[in-house]
């Protein structure tokens, strides 16, 4: 899609006060959209739309967990006359260490976001695009999406779950003139490490893209029409080399990788 046909259409970024949902925004913003910026942080919402002086921008904070927060945020913007073309799902957060280990609690949480809010959205934007006839979706989920991952037990099923999800509303919706993408990145420098709980391991250190390359492979992967997308070179191969490993080395190579040479 061209840059002109993105001016003045509304882009609606959860997860926006910080990492990947802050550069997904600057790029959108850059393409002339609009922008209905979502997370919990109003703070940090409100520095970034002051940011981008120029682009009109709503803030709204609010906690994606909570079971009406989807139904809610769309009757509020419906009510400002605010229709949405393009839904950023970038939402989420990881845990890290031993799956018995862990706190329910915070495993609940992450669960919800990653997947109930992610699909709630969806569930309840995207029907006005289909209508419309058209409309983008990018759904970020991650390259632990292609492989069983000790110590993110849960996370990468999570993904797991984001990818096909991704994929299979690809196919219904490309007939009714909208567009999903799932985009998988790799390890990001993001806040993700930290409040996941993990220092970086070697792979880690060794692989880290920046985020605003993650976010520029996402779009154009977005707008070209594809379905999914790995961004960087040593990514996608990867996530390619897991179609021809047993899931059982999978899991062996993961843990490995998390836990190798781990440090500040």
Known sequence: MAMA???????LVTGASSGLGADF???????GCR???VARREDRLKQLAAELAGTE???VALDLRAPDAATTLH?????EGIAVDVLVNNAGFGLYGPFLASDWSRQRDMLELDIVALTHLTHVFVPDMAERGAGWVLLVASIGAFQPTPTYATYSAAKSYVLSFGEALAAELRPRGVRVCTTCPGVTATEFLAVAGQRRSLYQRLFMMQSPAVVRSSVRALLAGRTSVVPGIGNKVAAFSMRFTPRRLQAAMAASAMTMGAGD
């Open 35 to 37: 922008l209905v910026l």
């Open 57 to 59: 921008a709503r803030v």
């Open 5 to 11: 046909e993105m001016r003045g259409r509304w882009a």
């Open 25 to 31: 925004a600057r790029d959108l913003a850059a393409r």
């Open 75 to 79: 009757e509020r913007l419906h009510a």
